[in-house]
């Protein structure tokens, strides 16, 4: 089955992926008028800032066991049994926030959704744009993520790449060589100095 | 691990501002970079374009995405376009604050700016002689009139070359020719780069970056120096004065009235009517002791230069500025006023006024000036500042100023040495100086806010390498300490020898950031005396907090003048490869000078020392190893 998969080494952090996602989740699916909207649609995937900056997307993991699914006090978190996407039913959802202690990745969110009753904040998070799947699309993260941090494919395609990808850095005979392209590494570089001199000791 | 200010600032004042602004709720410049961080690598990278409706696109840095825009253009088009509208909006920023000096100059002339005069005439004469305008036994403001129009004359492209190009040394006015970046008019190379940079016009990467040169060069030699040139003749050139610096130079008990941004014709103006009997009269009416008038930025360099008014911080502390409490007034003009100030004096009594027709910003009152009503305008001001004397709350200016000398425009240099340039170079030659290094340019909060500026300085100048510095650079090093006659202490032996004979100190304050043009004349000059070219120096240039789009126009001619120049920030460069080699190494053989760039000073101070010690050696001179 394919799922998305993550792949933080390659996020330039662009937040791309979240105002697509929010645009997936609003009433009209197009940013222009998403924007307008009341409730206005929110993201259900966030960019957080790494140590020296670097983005990185914050997704539901879908996991199996769900800590939340087994936290949720009215059940109102459930498994959709073809794609294995946990999901969140608005209407049992009483906003107790248990499932955000149960999650162990802080990816859940509470706000009004158009899917809600009115006025009635509800507990968010990723569904795997099911609704796009439906219509044979890939989810809206995935859609416009240009560099490959976010990928929709079986997990066992991914990590053989992955491997691939490894076995060239490390191979015998060869000078080691870098995952990550020059331009990139120098960008990085400078992120990290920038960081340690911030750590030094004033005059 | 240090506290949350300690790593935002090196300055006193800068960190205590910023512990008080916290209690008192206020946001400033480093909390809204934390908010945006991550910041789009796309952008960082310049591989992200917007300049036509196709797009906007992006190329992926990983090589697996898209590697072309809707049009087609690559990593190297895309990453050189985007430098190049940077250089243009640089060099644009430069040249019409130098436009609006020109007007000025003009209006002068025309007798349609009474408060404003030909202050050093000498100077006028010398430039109109450049312009080749007649001076001998006519009346000066006919011959002012005239040069102000030739200036005009310059921002097209009616000649073909700008005047004060002729400035540099022959062999690098050839090599321009050469490599085909002779800048020929001021506007006109900003407008082709525009032009250039438009969809399917020049996409060679390599001819984009040389027009950048020639952008840039119109801003060096062109409109940055003639704001320079003329701001001298209209206001004087200036001369070693003392002055205080940092947040200190606030008053407790008189009335503050701050001046920033950066065109000297709004500040002068406000000056003359602070320092008007009537208004202290008045002042001291509302029960303050005086009115003290204080600069921040690039026109607190400008009024520092020529008056010695006090400075009271650079581009980081604008805003922590106003979080003193103390500040009755601030009057901006343009470039680098933060939209943010409006929305924090109200947390404060500051009343906020914005002076420009073409710079308008958020919770600020629009006043606007004009060459025939600045005097009773900045008097109008200057008097609601001392009626709002009274609505001040508490205060809090938690530090003592530092003495400092600015004033060292290349005259006063000349002058410090004798008239001619003959002992510094005798000192270059003896090796007591091992060179010369302007360290110029912005703050910018990815770079501990003057730890780039101090420590490259302190560096250097601890090895016996002469530095000179304008804008915020020149703000930091003050408030170091490393400006007055006693901060030859500071310096290594040699450098401690000759300004101690001199009576100089061992950092030379060379004014704004248009002032940048004052290091080109300097450097030529030297050149010129020798008969070498500015490239054979022992000279090299840095930036080490540089943000803005002026600092890159900046960078861009010092390196394309031949001076090798080291920048702290990375420019959004980094996802062409070619053009990363080109800018840093391949350059040399198009315009003997180059750029690096290392966020780290430690490391900076040794690029720029090992650059020197090799220029040094190539002309038969001592050298030492690295």
């Given amino acids: 089955m394919r799922e998305v998969q993550v792949h933080p080494e390659r996020c330039v952090g662009c937040m791309q992926c979240m105002l697509a996602c929010a645009t997936a989740h609003s009433q009209t699916k197009k940013l222009y008028t998403a924007a307008d909207e009341s409730p206005l649609p929110k993201p259900r995937i966030h960019v957080g800032a790494g140590l020296h900056n670097e983005g990185f997307p914050n ?11 087994l936290a949720c006090l009215p059940g109102a978190i459930f498994r ?3 794609t294995g996407t946990v999901l969140i039913d608005p209407d049992l959802c009483i906003n107790c926030a248990s499932c955000a202690m149960a999650c162990p990745f802080g990816v859940l969110r509470y706000h009004q959704d158009w ?12 569904d795997n744009c099911i609704s796009r799947q439906q219509i044979g699309l890939v989810p809206a993260c995935v859609e416009v993520c240009k560099t490959g941090a976010l990928t929709f494919e079986e997990s066992d395609a991914a990590l053989k790449r992955k491997t691939h990808e490894v076995a060239c850095t490390i191979a015998s005979g060869l000078e080691q060589q870098s995952l990550i392209p020059p331009g990139v590494e120098l960008l990085n570089l400078a992120k990290k100095q920038r960081l340690e001199m911030q750590n030094r000791q004033n005059l | 691990m240090s506290s949350k200010y300690d ?15 916290e209690n008192d709720q206020v946001e400033t410049v480093w909390d809204r970079l934390e908010a945006q961080n991550p910041q789009c690598g796309y952008c960082e990278m310049g591989l992200s374009c917007r300049i036509c409706a196709m797009g906007p696109c992006r190329i992926d840095p990983f090589g697996e995405g898209p590697q072309r825009g809707v049009c087609g253009a690559d990593a190297d088009i895309v990453v050189a376009r985007n430098l190049g509208r940077m250089i243009a909006a640089g060099a644009a920023a430069h040249s019409d604050h130098g436009r609006d000096l020109v007007e000025v100059l003009a209006e002068v002339a025309a007798g349609r700016a009474p408060e404003y005069s030909i202050t050093d005439e000498q100077k006028l004469m010398r430039v109109a002689g450049e312009y080749g305008i007649k001076t001998e036994e006519r009346e000066v403001l006919e011959i002012a009139g005239e040069l102000a129009s030739a200036m005009q004359e310059e921002f097209g492209t009616r000649k073909g070359f700008l005047t004060m190009a002729n400035r540099v040394p022959e062999k690098r006015r050839e090599l321009w020719k050469k490599a085909g970046i002779a800048p020929r008019g001021i506007d006109r190379e900003t407008s082709e780069m525009m032009h250039r940079t438009h969809m399917g016009v020049d996409n060679g990467w390599q001819s984009l970056l040389l027009h950048g040169f020639r952008n840039a060069l119109s801003d060096g030699w062109g409109g940055s120096m003639i704001a320079t040139e003329v701001s001298d003749i209209l206001f004087g050139t200036p001369k070693p004065t003392p002055n205080m610096v940092n947040i200190g130079v606030l008053k407790e008990d008189e009335v503050n009235i701050v001046v920033h941004g950066h065109n000297p014709v709004v500040s002068e103006m406000v000056l003359q009517a602070c320092e008007s009997a009537d208004m202290l009269k008045l002042a001291r009416d509302k029960g303050a002791k005086g009115i003290n008038l204080t600069g921040l930025c690039c026109t607190g360099n400008e009024l520092l230069m020529r008056h010695g008014i006090p400075m009271a911080g650079n581009h980081l502390m604008t805003e922590l500025v106003i979080g003193t409490g103390a500040v009755e007034m601030m009057i901006v003009d343009y470039q680098c006023i933060m939209p943010s100030l409006g929305a924090i004096a109200p947390c404060y009594h500051t009343k906020m006024i914005s002076t420009s027709d073409k710079a308008r910003f958020p919770g600020m009152e629009h006043r606007e000036f004009h060459p025939d009503n600045a005097a009773e305008l900045a008097r109008q001001l200057v008097r609601e500042a001392i009626e709002n004397f009274d609505q001040r709350g508490e205060s809090y200016i938690p530090v003592q100023a530092t003495p400092s000398v600015g004033g060292f425009s290349v005259e006063a240099i000349i002058g410090a040495l004798g008239g001619t340039p ?19 340019g912005c703050n910018n909060p990815k770079i501990k806010h003057d730890y780039g500026h101090v420590i490259l300085t302190k560096r250097l100048i601890e090895n016996d390498y002469l530095v000179v510095d304008t804008g915020c650079a020149a703000i930091a090093n003050a408030k170091a300490g490393f400006k007055m006659a006693e901060s030859i202490k500071y310096a290594g032996p040699g450098l401690q020898e000759v300004c101690g004979a001199l009576g100089i100190p061992p950092v030379l304050h060379m004014g704004s950031c248009v002032d940048n043009v004052r290091i080109l004349v300097l450097a030529a000059a030297l050149a010129n005396a020798l008969q070498v070219d500015i490239s054979d120096l022992p000279l090299a240039g840095a930036a080490p907090e540089w943000y803005s789009e002026k600092a890159v126009s900046i960078g861009t001619y010092f390196v394309a003048s031949g001076v090798y120049t080291v920048l702290g920030p990375m420019p959004p460069i980094t996802g062409s490869m070619n053009i990363v080699k080109l800018l840093t190494s391949g350059l040399n053989d198009v315009i003997g000078a180059t750029f690096a760039v290392e966020a780290d000073p430690e490391k900076a101070a040794l690029l720029i020392q090992r650059h020197i010690e090799a220029k040094r050696k190539a002309l038969g001179l001592s050298s030492r190893e690295f």
């Fill in chain 1, 80 to 82: 959709d049994p073809d």
């Fill in chain 1, 115 to 126: 899917v809600a009753p009115p006025e009635k904040i509800i507990a968010q998070k990723c």
């Fill in chain 1, 59 to 69: 997704r539901c993991h879908h996991c199996d066991p769900a800590p939340c699914m």
């Fill in chain 2, 7 to 21: 790593q935002r600032t090196i300055t006193k004042d800068g960190q205590l501002l910023l512990r008080k602004m």
């Fill in chain 2, 422 to 440: 003959q002992p510094l170079i005798d000192a270059i030659t003896a090796g007591k100086i091992r060179g010369a290094v302007g360290v110029v």
